[in-house]
């Protein structure tokens, strides 16, 4: 074996690389740690090939006589050390990848040429006897030469090595740099590719990324923060402007409890007042659904405050009824001259917070229709209950008693200061019998809480259209 090893060295070290590059291929991506070892007991199989032949990789070959077993011996050390080289990069790649994907993969290809350089330097000076101070100092001349002219896409990798390296944003994080927002889709050694609102695609050069204000919206993952603003006249009491909003965010269940919610003044001028209201939540994916929702509780809860925007004068004022009954959808179909006569038998009815409008079983000789404030639904499940949503300005209950005189099968519960008109059972009675389609839409909403309640209790998908419990009032 020995004898043969001596005679055939090429053709086994040959043998070994094609058995290296054949194995690598063959055994799953998923399995580093038999790539690994494939490629570590073949390094060593190929080191003993050499030993055994009288080769040493750190000095040149001992037949300079010999010109081709010379060459042969030559070829095979300086494939000792790049064989080296790549084993070497591999272990360090696996070592890197453990702590991030994409962080790991930047940095493995820049210590992987380092190595690759210093095994080729090696090589040079060991097997070759090339004079290698003279050519790190030419090496040294023309790297000057080369870091001068490309200094801006050097300062791009070594930006890119430290952004993966501490890491503030990485693959699938929506960010904002320097007021360009998006999500993160690519980090390579010049840029920071991202996807926009809009669809675009930015380039964001890493050196630019490294010293720019930098806001990563997807950190901390379980709490994402939302908000809106709204302009009001200055002449509007801000006490009155930081009620309504306060139950406005009372109004969603999207909201986390902590850290709270708060309102305050952003900007204020001669003529208006700038109010922002936020919040967290728990999904980004819901910051867009939660704006939308906050915008229109907004909007209902200022309106039932009495703050309007662009009232025309020349008509005559309303009542608050009347204006509540604008809002309620069950009511839509119904014209001016009746919605005033019906607003003229509604009574107004006032609630102190956690109070109980309805209880489960409950039966109600009256509609009710939120004035102001917030209310909460709740389903019984076995002794306890659960909230199923939130109620606000223009929405009604006791809806089960007016259909088909059943009993209320939820909890109605205010969580503010709020103010229900009654509507008498019997003129909601009048009214259905004059107008179907007034008894369509109550039919249709009882149905929707029914199917709500069912699918809350079962913990399973409503087969309804997505939304928020009473979300069809909302539309």
């Given at each position: ?122 090589a040079a000076g060991y097997v070759l006897q090339l004079p290698v101070k003279g050519l790190l100092a030419t090496s040294g001349v023309m790297a000057i030469v080369i870091g001068l002219a490309l200094q801006s896409t050097l300062a791009d990798v070594f930006s890119g090595i430290v952004l993966n390296t501490t890491r503030p944003y990485q693959i699938g994080d929506s960010i904002s ?178 109070q109980v409008i309805l209880g489960v079983g409950e039966h109600s000789d009256h509609l009710l229709v939120i004035g102001s404030g917030v209310v909460s639904a709740s389903v019984r499940d076995g002794e306890q209950l659960l909230e199923a949503g939130r109620m606000g300005p223009g929405e009604v209950l006791g809806v089960e008693g007016i259909i088909d005189e059943d009993n209320s ?67």
């Open positions: 074996m020995l004898a043969f090893i001596q005679s055939s060295p090429l053709l086994l070290g040959t043998t070994l690389i094609l058995l290296d590059l054949v194995l690598w291929q063959v055994i799953p991506i998923q399995r580093h740690a038999w790539r690994i070892s494939a490629r570590l007991v073949i390094f060593l199989l190929f080191s003993s090939v050499l030993v055994a032949a009288g080769m040493s990789p750190l000095q040149p070959p001992p037949w300079p006589d010999d010109v081709p077993r010379n060459l042969m011996a030559t070829v095979l050390t300086i494939g000792w050390w790049l064989f080296g080289a790549r084993t070497v990069t591999v272990v360090f790649g696996l070592l890197l990848v453990a702590r991030g994907s994409h962080g790991g993969r930047l940095l493995r290809d820049v210590l992987g040429a380092l190595i690759f350089l210093a095994a080729v330097v090696a740099i320097d007021g360009t927002e998006g999500k993160v889709v690519d980090i390579d050694w010049r840029a920071t590719r991202m996807i926009t609102g809009t669809g675009s695609l930015a380039v964001i050069p890493n050196s630019v990324a490294a010293k720019a204000k930098l806001l990563n919206h997807s950190r901390p993952a379980d709490r994402h923060g939302v908000a809106i603003s709204v302009v009001v006249p200055a002449k509007v009491r801000p006490r009155k402007v930081f009620d309504a909003l306060e139950k406005a965010l009372q109004g969603t269940t999207a909201l986390l409890a902590s850290p709270a919610a708060k309102v305050s003044v952003k900007t204020s001028t001669l003529e208006s007042v700038e109010y922002e209201a936020s919040g967290f939540i728990a999904e980004a994916a819901r910051k867009t659904e939660t704006r939308n929702q906050l915008f229109d509780l907004a909007h209902r809860h200022l309106e039932a405050s009495g703050v309007m925007w662009n009232v025309d004068l020349t008509l005559p004022a309303r009542s608050r009824q009347r204006e509540v009954l604008d809002e309620v959808r069950v009511f839509r179909s119904l014209s001016d001259e009746e919605r005033d006569a019906l607003s003229q038998r509604m009574t107004a009815v006032e609630y102190l917070a956690d099968f939820a909890e109605f519960r205010t969580l503010t200061s709020c103010v229900l008109y009654r509507i008498d059972k019997e003129q909601v009675k009048t009214c259905l019998q004059q107008r179907g389609d007034v008894q369509t839409a109550l039919s249709k909403l009882q149905r929707f809480r029914r199917q709500s309640r069912e699918s809350l209790l079962l913990q399973k998908p409503t087969l309804i259209k997505k939304g928020g419990f009473l979300s069809w009032l909302h539309k």
